[in-house]
């Protein structure tokens, strides 16, 4: 038999086994689990430093604890044996009300602002901005929490021994899991948050009749009060309205709420008193249905309340847990990953893993599986398609004071929440951001005609649910560039997609407004300054950095930075090619629009190369650095998440290069030589290293889109040692480095950013072999791959929609579809294509 009959029956074998090899790659069971509950404060108060001061960070708590969710309303199951919480919020609970916040003064004052920044009056500009361009008042309210269930065990206290403890978080079903035994019983509880019914379920049980004796209290620190609920006798109800911490003269309250706590018991007798409390007695099982809702949207939380709780009473607690389960896997169970079949799920607790890899360096795969899919899982449970977005800390608060207000900030960490939502096939969970877009495209619009007489919409760096779209805390927050950021999101869901109604009836009209700002805001260097006569946004910062000029002075208050070059690039690029894509031979689209973005893109100001460090300039000038290890990397935005500098384009790609490595090398004598930072240091890279948080995240996507698997992957480990509590939760509560971990994990396995999809871009050797199925690529396609020894072994490509498929590749393959092989053409950048047909699955094998 001849060689290539014997590669074409070992293909078609490939084809016909193909299904079967990556059902073999089981992904292992994904459980956070422990052998102790979280740390509760007995009894419970609220007369904790957490609850009491702004940026107070625990160790242990409600950091230990576990969250649920159902894209409105989030749980945190502590997990305590005789003395349960479970921390409660709804999305839309906030502080503060809807107003008008800008500033009567920008408009008028606008031009000279910029007429002095051009003439090198840095403070002055400053100056005149702090008092004309501020929002009023200068910040947001806080993201509120709905209360505390409290859930105690009638237990003597010379007898409080339990054993055989253990809790865990199941993300294969979303479900919260504690088990103990207490004097001979075997008692669990299991906790989820329904978005089917939109209701969180708590079910006891013992394994002896008649055993469950439970004291249960609904509460919240302030504004609320708990009663019996007059129409049940099983039910409570807490009632209340955020109280506004200012006198007002135009009669605005705050937001009203509402909650529902209901019991339905087998065995025994429920009752509840005038204090607001609910005693079961001599119960075998309870289950305790939670809804709750706010008058966010002009809602009555009261009536929505009743009527979630009158549709539950047509359904079993058995049909509301499969609804909820096959709910949550029809998004979940899209993508599974395997980065070691030697990993062992059941090795150690969450904690100690945790302390494991903090303080070793035991090479671990199952908690980056775990951690992949625990950032799925968070998106999934906090950002349902007509829900609000995800918050700084997603969906989950305990404090009336939360660090950053658990607002959206959106110079980053809003958008790091949904960096990995299209590539790990959870497009549905992205659009809870679009709808915020939306709704900021409208106040926004109001904003940009008086604040900068510009035509389009604005927002700064950050907002609320109020849509607040004006600069905020101080001055570093006049950075107008939240609203072209924010469409690199949507356009992303587009190119992911390929549907051109999307593109047509959502993403560009955003898009446009976006640029038709830019372009009235966009403003020519004055003659004699260098790159006159380019076009450069002003006023302007790089992220929290700032610059020295020669004459030793410091400042962060410019024109022209890099980053906003970026962005406005970056959108205007995205404009002409939704524009192509929805012209039609002899109806071209947008005409006009197109005309003056394209003069403008020609105009912008170019991205430089420093003559001093062969770095990419951050400042239109090159200015000195205050602080060389500066934790904000802004002016790469061309690298990640955007595409301007890619391999295609190597001077750029070379100087993106040498930037990264000195930010990260930082400065070794900074305590000596940058002791007179104006604006002080934290957080600082040095020696390569980064400190978790955010920051390691967008380091590690930076590595990757230079192909440093190994660099990426040594952050990604900084994140596990430094950036995450035992839960996965961010040190400073906030999500973006767990949602961002998700991103880092995919964008090793899979990258489409230059339009061609590349299998294992970035391998690191610590995944030796592995699988993962399910990932997205843009252009319309799903692929799942597995590789032995670092290398690829096989992959399969499912095309969604018919388009030319793109493949960039390092050695010789084949492309098979149906056992036939696929007519291929070849191009000088290492990539390969070939015409794909709508639902057609194509494998791809290595010659």
């Not at 309870?286 to 009473?313: F, H, W």
């Not at 699988?771 to 319309?780: C, F, H, K, Q, Y």
Request: proline share 4%.
């Amino acid at each position: 038999m001849s060689k290539s009959i014997l590669l074409i029956l070992f293909n078609i074998l490939l084809f016909v086994l193909s299904p079967i090899r990556f059902c073999l790659a089981q992904q292992k069971p994904m459980l956070l689990w422990f052998e102790k509950p979280a740390y509760q404060l007995h009894p419970f108060s609220y007369n904790q430093k957490v609850f009491k001061i702004n940026f107070h960070f625990e160790n242990k708590g409600w950091n230990e604890a576990l969250p649920v969710g159902n894209g409105r309303l989030g749980g945190m199951v502590f997990g305590g044996a005789l003395n349960e919480r479970i921390q409660l919020n709804e999305e839309s609970l906030w502080a503060g009300h809807a107003q008008n916040t800008i500033n009567p003064l920008s408009r008028a004052n606008l031009p000279q602002i910029q007429k002095l920044l051009f003439e090198g009056k840095n403070d002055e500009a400053e100056k005149l901005a702090n008092k004309t361009m501020m929002g009023k008042p200068l910040s947001i309210k806080s993201y509120q929490p709905l209360g505390d269930l409290l859930i105690d065990m009638d237990h003597s206290l010379e007898d409080s021994l339990y054993s055989d403890y253990r809790r865990w978080l199941s993300l294969d079903s979303a479900v919260a899991v504690t088990r103990f035994t207490y004097q001979g019983k075997k008692y669990r509880r299991e906790v989820f948050a329904s978005h089917p019914d939109q209701v969180i379920v708590v079910k006891l049980s013992c394994d002896k009749p008649e055993s469950l004796n439970l004291n249960i209290r609904l509460t919240r620190e302030k504004d609320a009060l708990t009663k019996p609920l007059t129409s049940d006798n099983n039910s409570l109800m807490l009632n209340g309205r955020i109280s506004l911490d200012v006198a007002n003269r135009h009669g605005e309250q705050g937001m009203s709420f509402s909650a529902i706590l209901k019991a339905i018991n087998k065995g025994g007798s429920v009752s509840v008193t005038d204090d607001g409390s609910m005693h079961v007695e001599g119960a075998t099982e309870v289950i305790l249905y939670l809804v709750a809702a706010t008058s966010y949207g002009q809602k009555d939380p009261e009536t929505y309340c009743n009527s979630l709780i009158t549709r539950l009473s047509d359904k079993s607690y058995n049909e509301i847990n499969k609804d909820h389960i096959n709910d949550f896997k029809s998004l979940f169970d899209r993508v599974k990953i395997n980065l070691s079949a030697a990993a062992n799920a059941m090795e150690l607790p969450q904690d100690l893993r945790m302390s494991r890899a903090r303080t070793t360096e035991v090479v671990d795969p199952y908690l980056s599986e775990l951690l992949f899919q625990y950032g799925r899982y968070l998106l999934i449970a906090s950002s349902r398609e007509g829900d609000l977005p995800a918050n700084l800390q997603g969906l989950w608060n305990q404090t009336l004071l939360p660090p950053w207000n658990a607002d959206y900030h959106t110079n980053i960490n809003l958008q790091m929440n949904y960096m990995a939502s299209e590539a790990v096939n959870l497009a549905e969970c992205h659009k809870p951001l679009f709808t915020l877009m939306d709704s900021l495209a409208k106040h926004g619009k109001i904003t940009a005609r008086q604040m900068y007489n510009a035509n389009g919409w604005v927002v700064h760096h950050l907002t609320d649910v109020f849509w607040r779209t004006t600069p905020s805390d101080g001055v570093q927050g006049i950075w107008p560039m939240g609203q072209g950021w924010l469409c690199h999101h949507i356009f992303d869901h587009y190119l992911y997609s390929g549907d051109k109604n999307f593109l047509k009836e959502v993403a560009f009209p955003l898009m446009k407004g976006a640029a038709q700002f830019y372009l009235d805001f966009l403003k020519p260097i004055p003659k004699g300054l260098p790159l006159a006569g380019y076009l450069v946004t002003s006023p302007s910062h790089s992220p929290e950095n700032a610059f020295e000029k020669k004459d030793g002075k410091q400042y962060q208050f410019t024109y022209g930075s890099t980053m906003d070059i970026e962005i406005c690039h970056e959108l205007f690029e995205n404009c002409l090619q939704a524009i192509d894509d929805l012209s039609k031979p002899g109806m071209p689209f947008e005409a006009q629009l197109r005309k003056r973005v394209e003069f403008a893109l020609k105009h912008l100001a170019p991205l430089q190369t420093s003559k001093k460090t062969g770095t990419l300039q951050e400042w239109i000038e090159d200015y000195e650095e205050p602080e060389i290890g500066h934790r904000h990397i802004s002016h790469l935005y061309a690298l990640y998440p955007s595409t301007q500098i890619n391999y295609k384009t190597p001077k750029l790609y070379l100087a993106a290069r040498r930037s990264l490595e000195r930010r990260l090398q930082g400065n070794p004598n900074a305590t000596i030589e940058e002791a007179d930072n104006r604006y002080g240091s934290y957080s600082s890279y040095l020696d390569g290293k980064s400190s978790g948080g955010w920051l390691s995240n967008w380091v590690s996507l930076m590595w990757l889109r230079l192909g440093e698997g190994e660099k990426a992957y040594s952050h990604h480990q900084y994140q596990l040692k430094y950036g995450l509590q035992d839960n996965f939760f961010g040190w400073a509560y906030q999500l973006d480095a767990t949602f961002g971990s998700t991103a880092v994990i995919a964008e090793v396995l899979l990258q489409s950013h230059t339009g061609a999809i590349e299998l294992l871009p970035a391998l690191p050797k610590a995944w030796l072999t592995g699988s993962v199925t399910g990932l997205r690529a843009r252009g319309g396609f799903e692929v799942d791959i597995s590789w032995e020894n670092n290398k690829l072994k096989s992959g399969t490509i499912k095309a969604t929609r018919t388009a030319l498929c793109s493949l960039k590749i390092n050695s010789s393959v084949k492309i098979y579809q149906n056992g036939q092989q696929v007519l291929l053409t070849k191009n000088t950048s290492n990539e390969i294509a070939f015409h794909a047909v709508q639902n057609g699955i194509y494998q791809v094998a290595l010659e």
